[in-house]
Protein backbone atom coordinates (compact mmCIF):
# COMPACT_ATOMS: atom_id res chain seq x y z
CA UNK A 1 0.00 0.00 0.00
CA UNK A 2 1.04 3.49 -0.96
CA UNK A 3 -0.01 6.86 0.33
CA UNK A 4 0.00 10.06 -1.70
CA UNK A 5 1.67 8.27 -4.73
CA UNK A 6 -0.71 9.50 -7.99
CA UNK A 7 0.60 7.50 -11.13
CA UNK A 8 -1.65 8.04 -14.27
CA UNK A 9 -2.48 3.78 -15.03
CA UNK A 10 -4.84 1.79 -15.47
CA UNK A 11 -3.25 -0.24 -13.04
CA UNK A 12 -4.47 1.50 -10.12
CA UNK A 13 -7.26 0.94 -8.28
CA UNK A 14 -8.36 3.35 -5.73
CA UNK A 15 -10.32 2.40 -2.77
CA UNK A 16 -10.23 3.72 0.76
CA UNK A 17 -8.14 6.47 -0.07
CA UNK A 18 -5.04 4.51 -0.86
CA UNK A 19 -3.82 3.41 -3.99
CA UNK A 20 -2.90 0.08 -5.33
CA UNK A 21 -0.22 -0.54 -7.37
CA UNK A 22 -1.19 -3.81 -9.70
CA UNK A 23 1.26 -5.60 -12.06
CA UNK A 24 0.66 -2.95 -14.78
CA UNK A 25 3.13 -0.74 -13.06
CA UNK A 26 5.49 -3.13 -14.16
CA UNK A 27 4.55 -3.93 -17.48
CA UNK A 28 4.72 0.04 -18.15
CA UNK A 29 8.23 0.38 -16.59
CA UNK A 30 9.42 -2.47 -18.78
CA UNK A 31 7.85 -0.80 -21.91
CA UNK A 32 9.65 2.53 -20.80
CA UNK A 33 12.99 0.35 -20.63
CA UNK A 34 12.25 -1.08 -23.92
CA UNK A 35 11.99 2.14 -25.55
CA UNK A 36 14.83 3.64 -23.70
CA UNK A 37 17.18 0.89 -25.09
CA UNK A 38 15.39 0.70 -28.25
CA UNK A 39 16.72 4.59 -28.86
CA UNK A 40 20.41 4.15 -27.12
CA UNK A 41 20.72 1.83 -29.97
CA UNK A 42 20.82 3.98 -32.47
CA UNK A 43 23.68 4.99 -33.92
CA UNK A 44 25.21 8.42 -32.69
CA UNK A 45 22.52 8.75 -29.47
CA UNK A 46 24.98 10.31 -26.94
CA UNK A 47 22.58 9.74 -23.96
CA UNK A 48 19.09 10.21 -23.28
CA UNK A 49 17.53 11.82 -20.16
CA UNK A 50 13.62 11.59 -18.68
CA UNK A 51 12.45 14.73 -16.81
CA UNK A 52 10.04 15.28 -14.47
CA UNK A 53 7.95 18.70 -15.13
CA UNK A 54 9.31 19.70 -11.97
CA UNK A 55 12.79 19.01 -13.92
CA UNK A 56 14.17 16.52 -11.46
CA UNK A 57 15.76 13.91 -13.91
CA UNK A 58 14.27 10.45 -13.04
CA UNK A 59 15.94 8.16 -15.68
CA UNK A 60 19.30 8.50 -17.90
CA UNK A 61 21.88 6.36 -19.59
CA UNK A 62 24.32 9.77 -18.42
CA UNK A 63 26.59 10.51 -15.93
CA UNK A 64 25.11 12.48 -12.96
CA UNK A 65 26.90 15.61 -13.50
CA UNK A 66 25.79 15.86 -17.20
CA UNK A 67 22.38 15.13 -16.84
CA UNK A 68 22.02 17.06 -14.22
CA UNK A 69 23.53 19.97 -16.29
CA UNK A 70 21.49 19.10 -19.01
CA UNK A 71 17.83 18.42 -17.29
CA UNK A 72 18.24 21.94 -15.76
CA UNK A 73 18.93 23.64 -18.77
CA UNK A 74 17.15 21.82 -21.55
CA UNK A 75 13.82 21.62 -18.46
CA UNK A 76 13.92 25.70 -18.42
CA UNK A 77 14.30 26.32 -22.44
CA UNK A 78 11.11 23.82 -22.67
CA UNK A 79 8.95 26.04 -20.41
CA UNK A 80 9.99 28.83 -22.50
CA UNK A 81 9.41 27.56 -26.07
CA UNK A 82 6.18 25.95 -24.49
CA UNK A 83 5.16 30.27 -23.33
CA UNK A 84 6.42 31.13 -26.50
CA UNK A 85 4.01 28.85 -28.80
CA UNK A 86 1.20 30.01 -26.21
CA UNK A 87 2.12 33.62 -26.30
CA UNK A 88 1.77 33.59 -30.33
CA UNK A 89 -1.06 30.83 -30.42
CA UNK A 90 -3.12 30.13 -27.15
CA UNK A 91 -4.60 27.63 -28.67
CA UNK A 92 -1.06 25.90 -29.92
CA UNK A 93 1.38 23.76 -28.01
CA UNK A 94 4.50 22.64 -27.93
CA UNK A 95 5.06 19.18 -29.43
CA UNK A 96 8.52 18.90 -30.37
CA UNK A 97 12.00 21.22 -29.73
CA UNK A 98 15.20 20.15 -31.80
CA UNK A 99 18.83 21.81 -31.09
CA UNK A 100 21.79 21.90 -33.35
CA UNK A 101 24.84 23.17 -32.31
CA UNK A 102 28.10 22.47 -33.91
CA UNK A 103 28.77 18.73 -31.93
CA UNK A 104 25.56 18.13 -30.78
CA UNK A 105 21.54 17.89 -31.41
CA UNK A 106 19.39 17.51 -28.80
CA UNK A 107 15.71 16.73 -29.00
CA UNK A 108 13.36 17.34 -26.22
CA UNK A 109 9.51 15.62 -26.63
CA UNK A 110 7.14 17.34 -23.80
CA UNK A 111 4.73 15.37 -21.74
CA UNK A 112 2.18 16.63 -19.83
CA UNK A 113 4.32 14.64 -16.85
CA UNK A 114 7.75 14.37 -18.08
CA UNK A 115 10.13 15.44 -20.49
CA UNK A 116 12.15 12.87 -23.06
CA UNK A 117 15.29 14.55 -23.83
CA UNK A 118 17.67 12.73 -26.49
CA UNK A 119 21.56 14.18 -27.24
CA UNK A 120 22.66 12.88 -30.21
CA UNK A 121 25.74 13.36 -32.03
CA UNK A 122 24.79 15.06 -35.87
CA UNK A 123 28.09 13.32 -37.60
CA UNK A 124 27.17 9.82 -36.71
CA UNK A 125 25.02 8.76 -39.66
CA UNK A 126 22.03 6.52 -39.10
Do not use: C, W
Not at 53 to 62: A, K, V, Y
Not at 81 to 97: C, H, M, P, W, Y
Amino acid sequence: MVHALIIKSSGINAEYGHYYITNNLSVVMSEVEETIKRIQSHKGVIGIIVVSQDGIPIRTTLDNSTTVQYAGLIHELAIKAKSGVREIDAQNDLTFLRIRSKKHEIMVAPDKDYLLIVIQDPAVSS
